[in-house]
């Protein structure tokens, strides 16, 4: 029975570890060469504040949920508490892959109406990243 206890114990301490399979430079690097180009911080701050009209009506633009300040919480239309989008305030964001192409499925389709691009998502990340 013990011997049973530490083999769930350690299971469970490896299991925060598993989810953390990439970082944002090797996102960035892999949309990078997915989209041909160079990512361009400038551009994923453009994105990032614009209004755009492909979406839905009530989410224009990615600030709808999560704020001018990407370095501060934001808050979705259900009322929940968003975590900080820069690294620099949420050290585990963009450091699982899988969540990141779910929020991005997710999110470009809301305020888009579209996936977002290869391009777009190395942008984006980019400029989260030099926050």
Same mark, same amino acid.
Do not use: I
């Given at each position: 029975? +013990?011997?049973?206890f530490f083999a769930v114990a350690l299971l469970a301490l490896a299991l925060p570890a598993a989810a953390q399979d990439t970082s944002p430079a090797a996102l960035i690097a892999r949309y990078e060469a997915a989209a041909g180009a160079k990512a361009d911080a400038g551009a994923g701050r453009d994105l990032f504040l614009a209004n755009h009209t492909g979406g839905k009506p009530d989410t224009p633009s990615c600030t709808t949920c999560h704020g001018t300040d990407p370095q501060k919480a934001g808050q979705a239309r259900t009322g929940k508490a968003i975590e900080p989008l820069a690294p620099s305030a949420t050290p585990g964001r963009f450091t699982d892959a899988a +969540?990141?192409? +779910?929020?991005?499925g997710r999110n470009c389709g809301s305020v888009l109406?579209?996936?977002?691009?290869?391009?777009? +998502?190395?942008n984006l990340i980019a400029w989260l990243s030099s926050l």
């Open positions: 029975m +013990k011997s049973l +969540k990141v192409e +779910k929020w991005f109406g579209r996936a977002c691009t290869d391009a777009e +998502k190395a």
